[in-house]
């Protein structure tokens, strides 16, 4: 028997879960097979849910701060798993990597200032930005022989153009699941340093990586990089405990660093809870086997739902990701505006997507998929997504 078990259906309903609870206010019913949020409906790996079982019998849950052995315990991931040297001096505290970003927002940028996206792309980037009454200055990404790049001309042109600050890059990249290569992020790199632009790399996705494929932390790719790079990370996709609100955010530089440091201190989140610390440390340091019998799982996946669309509904076709488990279903022969395609998939086919126009510029006629789930959901979900969308073919 394999040593990891993915493929038992575990009721998640009525755990106060967003995924399968908490439908209702953005598709209008609960009664739905969800494919949405980013998280699984696998269980955690049995080394971290040890781990925190160890902490909930020791009883008493004070406040809690990081010591070395948890700065240890990402350093020695980072340097495993991608080569990456962190110094554990490098490494800051957010209660999540939407909150991180947000305190670089408030730590380096002030009202009225842009800060670069490249969409489509995970949609908090945009809230965040706007939210504390910053512009968006939109670097669209092209879609080039069914492939997402980078468009660099016009990358440097709005870092030229416009009082941009800040830049947010999604690495690997949500929702059009590329992990960028060494070269892209070179480049990428030298255009930003060469304006003196502060960039949040975003990489919570870079432990979710498909054959062949390798990450390059942004950081990692000159000094120059180092110095200007915020690296947001979090055990929380890799290891499905998003619930526990634990991210780590690694910061070469020191003025950067302690700039990040004010807000965080400032909002008084530098606490964390017991069990996301207990969560990261055991996940970091226990958990390869295990992801490495995960990313076997979803490649499994993503060769379903490829053989399954090329049997049963020919006229959609998946962006085969390198990177992430939210991948993009290209439906734009269907020739649908997001909310007919949505309407369609949530009242007739019963199942709850991400729009892909939730994404932003060049989402629309996309609908992006969770494939974290045990094959006979995935079953499921694909076949209700044929009942949606077969007749118009
Ligand atoms: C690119 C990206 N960043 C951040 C997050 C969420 O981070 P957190 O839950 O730690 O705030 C997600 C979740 O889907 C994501 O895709």
Request: aromatic content about 10%; some cysteine; glycine content about 8%.
């Amino acid at each position: 028997m394999a040593r990891y078990d993915f493929d038992t259906v575990i009721d998640r309903k009525n755990t106060d879960c967003a995924k399968w609870d908490g439908m209702e206010p953005l598709f209008g019913s609960n009664d739905l097979l969800p494919m949405w949020v980013a998280d699984m409906d696998f269980k955690a790996p049995p080394e971290v849910i040890e781990a925190l079982r160890e902490r909930v019998d020791h009883g008493i849950y004070g406040y809690t701060r990081r010591f070395e052995p948890y700065r240890e315990a990402i350093a020695g991931w980072f340097r495993r798993r991608h080569g990456w040297e962190i110094r554990t001096e490098w490494i800051r505290h957010a209660p999540g990597v939407v909150p991180a970003l947000a305190a670089a927002i408030m730590a380096f940028t002030q009202p009225g200032e842009g800060i670069l996206v490249q969409p489509p792309v995970y949609y908090p980037f945009f809230s965040t930005i706007k939210g504390r009454g910053r512009t968006v200055v939109e670097n669209p990404l092209k879609l080039v022989n069914g492939r997402f790049e980078m468009d660099f001309e016009d990358l440097e042109k709005k870092l030229d153009d416009s009082a941009v600050k800040l830049v947010f890059l999604c690495s690997p990249h949500n929702p059009v699941g590329r992990v960028w290569s060494r070269e892209e992020l070179e480049k990428f790199g030298a255009i930003c340093a060469a304006r003196g632009v502060v960039v949040v790399s975003d990489e919570i996705h870079c432990d979710i990586l498909y054959k062949g494929v390798k990450h390059t932390p942004l950081a990692d790719v000159s000094d120059a990089m180092r110095e200007s790079t915020i690296t947001t990370v979090a055990p929380s996709k890799t290891f499905n405990i998003a619930g526990l609100a634990t991210a780590a955010v690694v910061i070469p530089s020191k003025r950067l660093r302690d700039n990040y440091q004010a807000v965080i201190d400032f909002v008084h989140i530098d606490g964390g809870n017991v069990f996301g610390g207990a969560a990261l440390e055991a996940a970091y340091t226990k958990g390869d086997a295990w992801l490495d019998a995960l990313l076997e799982y979803l490649e499994g996946n993503l060769d379903y739902i490829d053989a399954f669309l090329a049997e049963h509904l020919p006229t959609v076709s998946m962006l085969r990701p390198e990177g992430t488990y939210v991948p993009l279903l290209d439906c734009r022969a269907m020739k649908l505006s997001g909310r007919e395609l949505e309407k369609l998939l949530v009242e007739k086919g019963k199942v709850a997507l991400d729009g892909g126009h939730w994404f932003g510029t060049g989402g629309e006629g996309f609908a992006r998929i969770n494939i974290a789930t045990p094959r006979a959901l995935l079953k499921d979900g694909m076949e209700r997504i044929a009942l949606a969308l077969g007749t118009l073919g």
